[in-house]
């Protein structure tokens, strides 16, 4: 078996300047923060990053924000990061707004070879421009096409040594699909268990998508 | 008269029934939980990833582990479930949400709705909003009937749309309006109100229905 | 609390002649027998069957295709029971084959509010016949369409009484896809449980989708 | 001479990495999981929902929840997942799949598939297929090298295609054949058939490789 658990530096040693990243997590909760902090410490830029959201201020993305590493930001909501608007202002960083649902939909289409998907969120409204538009049975809908990444950072609350993850509760959101749609999966995990200690049919990513697997990531401290 | 945003929560509370499975958008809205009868059996949607959403924890007693959509530490009740963001929006876009209930810059005379955008000034991103007033049953706005005195029920949304013709119902302090296939219909209103106040506050055609009845309080 | 257990006669009242059905399970495995024998007792005709494939034999959906209660059968496989071949041949029996991945993605689309989706699946194919092609980037992709369905019958292994479901093994299959894109989804369980007692992380089938429970569906009995 | 369908097994299994995800199909193909190296770690999928499919059950010991697509009783290995169907066909059409393993009813110069109908005769359904072969990295076809005689590599298929240009290499009883952009090649033969013999047995147009090896048995 080859052996997925590497030390944080090692973990993220492959993403370079310009890489695209998702980021898993709603808020911050699910967002892998030692790789977040790891990312910082390395201080490499023009990142395009992934990710339901801004954050808020010292939590998640936003420390990467806040750092100046971040030169795209695809999500759906940057509304509790004031950094962002100010950036945005500024003209420091590109913000790419998406409703929630198409951005889990085009990140499923990447993970899973879809060519696109057909949603009718957004006809009629800004979201729409540039897009093509099927009408099917006289309802419109728009063509969201899939969105795919260099890395996925993943949070998992139990990982196996093989890389099978369990999420627990709201920490899952965006983290399996993610990990589906990026060429290199980090997993920064809370416990490592041996494998066959996750009950087979409660994993919630399979092991085969996870590249690498980090320990030591901690709950959130309120 | 009662807390205003007190009032509104009360009136929309009474649109759920017995088994609904309802999605509360953030503020205002999120105070209508607060009024559903006891007996009722109300799912709760939290568009971040379950279903079964339940009061706000003691203070002290939060899991980390487990926010709103508002990213507030929240509770669960028996019988939650968890899910990915997919699995989450799919069940909104595919119709399983009964209700929703959500704040508004602008609704119009068609029932379209801005809520999401003020260029230049505001842009926080339309996050879950465009999913859910597209993908559930029922679109209820819940707001004040003016921002503090500008129209926001107007005969055409100036600001960029979340979605179009999706509103069902707004609520407001001073009454209760439907959205029908031939314009805005006033069904409820405040007795703390005229209909000429409600005019007034409403820069969309509104009918009076020949039903009209007092707001409850 | 709604109360959604009920006897086989009840759950099964509301199907009738020339009703759409999803049938879940992959061969049998996952398939709600008790209620397959019991459409059978109620001798129901001209359904719409949605499956994987025909089962064989004496199991699954086959017991419906025996007794001649099917009018159309949307499957991606057919070829283990011999009964399919020879009902179409006498012009009994109208079969719709679709790609598997293609299957699940269209019910998926059809519970989840998609207008449909791109796959490449069948492009250049007897598949892809009045079908549009989509080209993105040099590469075609189908539009497949949603599928939805009358009624679902799903097979749990455990459901607690709210109607979450969790499903052991292989027998998950079409089960969770089927149980979002049908208007009445009735589930027949191996084992009842109180609500709670499925880990709400672990619940594969949110109660939502539930609108009957019947208990009593055993094992199958190779 | 070894068992034919042994010997192609055998060699299909050396296509195979350490590390890999394979979908092997039903039939000759999932012999191939018998050659594995044992210091080896291959996942195998079952495309009705698993990852992590170990070998048949003693008899006796089948468990009725667990069958692979072929409807056999299997076992699962330690770090098996399941998972729904949309979900295994993720897998497989999201390229996520290493290799898949198939039989053929016809290959031809192109790489085109036919291996799921023969229109009047028989008529099964593309099971999973047509999925697999679009989504897998890399598509080997294992089967002897005719239908008693009768060429199966042809110029052009003439049964109903399974997908276009999607076989990557063809492992016979006689040798082995990479479909490259210029067409096939001859790459390996067996020892116990002349290059003409393999040319005769075979429609499509044929280059040899200058490297041309010899086939283990």
């Known amino acids: ?222 | 008269m009662a807390d205003v945003k007190e009032m509104i929560a009360k009136r929309v509370a009474k649109e759920l029934k017995d088994g609904d499975v309802v999605n509360l958008g953030i503020g205002l809205p999120t105070k209508v939980a607060n009024y559903i009868p006891d007996d009722y059996d109300i799912t709760f949607q939290s568009e971040n990833g379950f279903l079964g959403l339940g009061p706000a924890p003691e203070k002290g007693q939060e899991d980390v582990d487990l926010i709103n959509a508002g990213a507030q530490y929240v509770t669960i009740k028996s019988g939650a479930s968890f899910f990915d963001s997919a699995t989450s929006f799919g069940i909104i876009r595919g119709h399983h949400v009964d209700i929703t209930v959500l704040g508004a810059l602008q609704v119009d005379e068609e029932g379209n709705l801005a809520n999401w955008i003020i260029p230049g000034v505001m842009l926080p991103g339309m996050g879950g909003a465009m999913d859910l007033v597209v993908g559930a049953k029922k679109v209820i706005i819940a707001m004040q009937h003016t921002n503090k005195g500008k129209h926001k029920i107007l005969k055409k949304c100036t600001l960029p749309y979340t979605a179009l013709r999706v509103v069902d119902m707004i609520v407001t302090e001073m009454g209760v309006i439907e959205v029908t296939p031939s314009g805005l219909v006033l069904t409820e209103i405040n007795s703390d109100y005229s209909i000429d106040q409600v005019m007034e506050a409403t820069e969309a055609t509104i009918m009076v229905s020949s039903k009209l009845k007092e707001m409850t309080k």
Chains 1, 3 share one sequence.
């Open chain 1, 1 to 222: 078996m080859q052996k997925k658990i590497k030390t944080l530096e090692e973990a993220i040693a492959p993403i370079k300047d310009g890489s695209v990243i998702m980021v898993g997590g709603f808020m911050g909760t699910g967002t892998p923060e030692i790789l977040m902090d790891a990312l910082v410490l390395k201080g490499i830029k023009d990142l395009v990053i992934i990710c339901n959201d801004g954050a808020y201020p010292k939590r998640g993305v936003a420390k990467l924000i806040a750092n100046k590493q971040v030169k795209t930001l695809i999500a759906s909501h940057v509304g509790l990061n004031p950094e962002v608007g100010q950036q945005m202002d500024r003209g420091e960083l590109e913000v790419i707004l998406v409703p929630q649902g198409t951005l889990a939909e085009r990140i499923r289409a990447g993970g899973t070879g879809l060519g696109g998907v057909l949603t009718p969120t957004g006809v009629g409204t800004i979201v729409a421009e540039g897009k093509q538009v099927i009408t099917i049975e006289g309802k419109e809908y728009l063509l969201e096409m899939p969105l795919k990444a260099d890395f996925a950072l993943i949070r998992g609350s139990v990982t196996d040594k093989k890389g099978n993850v369990w999420y627990n509760e709201s920490t899952r959101n965006f983290n399996p699909l993610m990990a589906m749609a990026a060429d290199t999966v980090i997993v920064a995990t809370e416990k490592i268990v041996e494998v066959g200690e996750i009950d087979p049919n409660n994993v919630m990513t399979p092991g085969i998508f996870v590249d690498v697997i980090v320990g030591g990531e901690k709950p959130w401290q309120m």
